[in-house]
């Protein structure tokens, strides 16, 4: 039950890019055509695992309207991951990029691992940005990039995944301060034998109760 | 013994303990219709009967051979069926069991997935989410029934039941005149509207008609109105049909698209394909709004606004109309300048610090005292926190809270009319070197809406979906390159002007009439003008208690949108003194005290509303609300929405002790009431916020007297 370490995750991009679909995909494994627009931020949480550690995702889905930008941008704060979304049919949420960027990397702590992901990659036929411009912009501005898709869950795992690796391993190089909860990674709570709000059930069928 | 076969008896008495963890069980009692109840009614009823948002399991008890009390898994209509049959008189025992709150949270707790594994999960966690939700009716329906049936209600009933026709009709003279206004206003605070009639009552408290109107005037009034909307409507999509998909129809019609495909879907009324009839009205209501209210334009929240209006007047101009009375009220919250959003902040934060000062402190303990994740309850004034038909008695009952403003001769629909431009000229390129110079500079600071601009010039499509394929042709023969020149050109012909910038020789006085869209495109450039200002009042991130610099959300220097409070009452008391009924009581009175007399006057059918006992328990924690620091006036408080405030804080307040006992962190509280969307209870709610606020009210005239001249 209990983590070994939590990431916080932080998806930005413009507004229809997916963003909702994209985590609702990674946490709920399924693509809901009827969903709300994002007002302010949503969330979402999922346990992974990397190394053989559970790892627990908190993952924050904002609003990509430019009026909503100055409450998303608070939420920047203490966030380890951000995945920065874009339309692969929708030319000008790939020309705002820089934007986005630029907001993000003002507003985070600067070792936070940051995702391209070019979303929608099954409409291959109204597809406006080339592959190799995304990656040719990611590795312009050192970020790792992933085409996904939403609808079929093409590389949703990996995209969330792979940025957790990211920082996990920066993580063992000590670039990040864990003790510092402000850089959105926080080491899970002990095991403890006397917590009273687990229910009866899975105590018991926990393997390691009673040890820590 | 158990009764066999069809069930005798009308209703079935249950009775069900919860269990959670150590605490010691809750008990609740109700009766049931065996007929109408299924499993998927039961969860729905237990999950309102004890306020319950997670994960639960249920099990009914049986005597076993030997005379042992044993508990049966109730997984289905199956099981519930066998359950009804073996009841034991005099009644179905049932047990709940929850899973703590935070694991149904986190859906995939228990879970983890491997790095490669992709197994479906959690099937049974979403199917009873989505029940609860799809079943919120019915459930509504079965605790009516089952309210008759037994004495004891389950949780709170309103303080009266719903404006029925016949009452209504007391409240209109013989030739359809509104008499006593205000008396229907707090019948409908206390019991909102039988929803067959909500759309005849709504026009009347979302202010769409002048007063002393008769029945005839009103529909005669209806007509013209509705007739005046549709002229603004064709107005822009004649220009579609033309292919003249510039400037702001562009912008609009580009983002008004993607968002009304992402609104309330899930509700009947929008439900299935992309081409809904009633998604298409939505999109021309919220079009024409924006594109005749420039200062306003679109923003991503207006849809969940005009939704349920057009739901409940199933007539695409009634819906524009109300929509345009609300917006009355509502626009400043829109606009960028972010005044009207921070000063709601700013109340609901002295709100609770006024009611609840633990609470306010642990919040500010955890520095989330900014209250960032009441964001969407105050742009949508509590609309996505309750299941869509809760909130529209939410709506109706917070309405009819407010003051009445009617028109003063008739509602406006346009605030400046959106003009058709004659059609797009022939090609003719006006990129130049200069151009793209300044396009770069102007670049530096408007990326971002620029670039949207320009692309949504190139990309946007009428709505596609919803048009006729005339239409979708016109669209495809559009010649995207001279689209993009024209804009490029809007936008330095603006940035001319804003920055004084003469040396062009662009400005031939034919060009600045053909290109129409300018003028609110420069609306538009000023609004992001003043957004920075905007970032300036909410700080940057993380500077904790920076972030509110509103001070006097009067004696500040206003927008000339910014509908203050006080100009409200001014207006207000204007009409209230012109109003037939009334006259004696409001003479030396301000309407303050007129809404509270009303309000409190009004017989409370049901005696039992302190029923809701945290909110007393609340406000006494807080002690007597202080006279000195108390908080605004009722014409200030929540940018005049009083009520929306108390909706918030009792919300906030129904929550706290479960987030106080989790120690729930900034970001765990905001993931909670995210959860939460769409789940609250509306009647609990409403039932603690009326008392809030009818203490409030009393506190207001009781003390500050002085402080009431408008
Ligand atoms: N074909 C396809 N459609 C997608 C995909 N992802 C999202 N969509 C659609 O794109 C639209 C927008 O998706 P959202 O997830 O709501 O977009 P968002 O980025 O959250 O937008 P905001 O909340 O407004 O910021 C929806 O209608 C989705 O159905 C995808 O991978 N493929
Ligand atoms: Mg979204």
Redesign the interface.
């Known amino acids: 039950m209990s983590y070994a370490y939590l990431f916080k995750y932080i998806i930005i991009g413009d507004t229809g890019v997916g963003k909702s679909c994209l985590l609702l995909q990674f946490t709920d494994k399924r693509f809901q055509p009827v969903h709300d627009l994002t007002i302010g931020v949503e969330f979402g949480a999922r346990m992974i695992t990397i190394d053989n550690k559970l790892i627990k995702l908190q993952i924050w889905d904002t609003a990509g309207q430019e009026a909503f930008r100055s409450i998303t941008r608070s939420y920047y704060r203490g966030a380890a991951g951000a995945l920065l979304v874009y339309d692969i049919t929708r030319r000008e949420t790939f020309n705002h990029l820089t934007t986005w960027l630029e907001d993000a990397r003002q507003h985070s702590n600067s070792n936070m691992v940051i995702m391209l992901i070019g979303n929608k990659s099954d409409l291959e036929s109204r597809r406006e940005v080339k592959k190799e411009e995304g990656d040719a912009f990611a590795r312009e501005h050192g970020l790792i990039f992933m085409e996904t898709s939403a609808r079929t869950a093409a590389n949703v795992e990996e995209a969330f995944i792979n940025t957790a690796k990211e920082i996990y391993e920066k993580i063992q190089e000590g670039v990040f301060d864990i003790n510092n909860e402000a850089n959105g990674i926080k080491i899970g709570p002990q095991h403890s034998p006397s917590n009273a709000s687990l229910p009866p059930g899975s105590q018991s069928s926990s393997p390691s109760s009673g040890c820590c | 013994m158990a009764t066999v076969f069809g069930y005798k008896r009308e209703a079935i008495r249950v009775k069900v303990m919860k269990c959670e963890?150590?605490l010691s069980p809750e008990y609740r009692k109700f009766s049931v219709d065996p007929q109408i109840t299924s499993f998927e009614v039961l969860l729905s009823i237990l999950a309102k009967a004890f306020d319950i948002r997670g994960d639960f399991t249920v099990s009914y008890r049986v005597l076993d051979d030997y005379g042992q009390e044993t508990y049966i898994a109730l997984l289905s209509d199956w099981d519930l069926d066998a359950a009804f049959l073996s009841a034991s008189e005099p009644y179905l025992c049932l047990r709940v069991?929850?899973?703590?709150f935070?694991e149904s949270?986190?859906?995939?707790?228990?879970?983890?997935?491997?790095?490669v594994e992709?197994k479906?999960?959690?099937g049974l966690h979403?199917i009873i989410m989505n029940h609860v939700e799809r079943t919120f009716n019915m459930v509504q329906r079965a605790l009516n029934l089952t309210e008759e049936v037994h004495a004891t209600p389950i949780g709170s009933v309103p303080p009266r039941a719903p404006l029925n026709d016949v009452e209504f009709r007391q409240f209109l003279d013989p030739i359809g005149q509104l008499v006593q206004g205000a008396q229907l206003r707090a019948v409908i605070y206390y019991g909102g509207i039988e929803p067959s009639l909500r759309k005849v009552v709504w026009k009347h408290i979302l202010n769409v008609y002048p007063e002393g109107m008769s029945g005839k005037e009103r529909i005669d009034y209806m007509k013209k109105k509705s007739e005046e909307y549709m002229r603004l409507r064709d107005c822009w999509r004649e220009m579609l049909k033309n292919g003249q998909m510039v400037g702001d129809l562009a912008y609009v019609t580009g983002?008004v698209r993607?968002?009304v495909l992402?609104?309330d879907?899930?509700h009947m009324f929008y439900?299935g394909s992309d081409d809904n009839k009633n998604i298409a009205s939505l999109f021309n209501i919220l079009t024409t709004y924006a594109l005749n209210h420039p200062a306003v334009s679109y923003?991503?929240?207006m849809?969940?606004l005009a939704s349920p209006l057009l739901v409940t007047m199933n007539d695409e101009a009634h819906a524009y109309i109300c929509f345009c009375a609300l917006m009355k009220r509502l626009s400043p919250n829109?606009l960028?300048d972010?005044i009207m959003m921070t000063q709601r902040f700013q109340h609901l934060a002295d709100g609770l610090q006024h009611y609840d000062p633990q609470f306010y402190s642990y919040l500010k303990l955890h520095q989330a005292d900014?209250l960032?994740?009441c964001?969407?309850w105050l742009?949508?004034e509590m609309k996505?926190e309750f299941a869509f038909d809760d909130a529209l008695r939410m709506l109706e009952v917070m309405w009819s809270s407010l003051p009445p403003m009617p028109p003063e001769s008739e509602l406006a629909l346009y605030e400046q009319e959106f003009v058709r431009s004659p059609p797009v000229p022939s090609p003719r390129p006006k990129e130049n070197a200069y151009t793209k110079i300044c396009a770069l500079r102007r670049g530096i600071n408007h990326?971002?809406?620029e670039?949207?601009r320009?692309?949504?010039l190139v990309?946007s499509r009428p709505f596609t979906s919803l048009d006729d394929a005339a239409l979708r042709k016109v669209e495809n023969l559009q010649p995207t390159r001279i689209v993009r020149n024209l804009n490029e050109f809007l936008s330095l012909d603006k940035s001319k002007e804003q920055k004084k910038d003469h040396t062009s020789d662009n400005n031939s006085p034919d060009d600045s009439s053909e290109f129409f869209p300018m003028t609110t495109s420069m609306t538009r450039e000023l609004r992001l003008e003043l957004?920075s200002l905007?970032?300036h009042v909410?700080g940057?991130?993380?500077q904790g208690e920076e972030?509110f610099v509103w001070e006097n959300p009067l004696g500040g220097p206003a927008t000339p949108e910014d509908t203050s409070g006080g100009e409200i009452f001014e207006t207000e008391g204007k009409t209230v003194k012109e109003g037939p009924e009334e006259t004696t009581k409001t003479s030396d009175s301000t309407l303050l005290e007129r809404r509270r007399v009303t309000l409190e006057e009004i017989p409370v059918v049901n005696g039992n509303v302190t029923s809701a006992r945290e909110v007393s328990a609340t406000t006494t924690a807080g002690g007597p609300p202080g006279k000195s620091g108390g908080l605004p006036h009722p014409h200030e408080f929540g940018g005049g929405n009083p009520f929306l405030m108390f909706l918030c804080i009792t919300v906030l307040c129904q929550h706290r002790d479960m987030i106080m006992r989790?120690g729930m962190d900034y970001?765990e509280m905001?993931?909670h009431f995210?959860k939460m969307?769409r789940k609250h209870d509306a009647t609990r709610v409403l039932n603690q916020a009326r008392l809030m606020y009818a203490a409030y009210l009393k506190e207001y005239s009781n003390t500050s007297h002085a402080h009431l001249s408008v």
């Open positions: 963890g150590l069991d929850m899973r703590p935070e949270c986190e859906i995939e707790e228990e879970e983890p997935v491997a790095l992709t479906p999960t959690h979403g983002m993607k968002d992402r609104t879907r899930h439900a923003c991503q929240g849809s969940d829109f960028l972010g900014d960032l994740f964001y969407r742009l949508l996505r990326i971002s809406l670039e949207t320009r692309s949504s990309k957004e905007d970032r909410f940057e991130a993380g972030v989790q970001n905001a993931m995210d969307v």
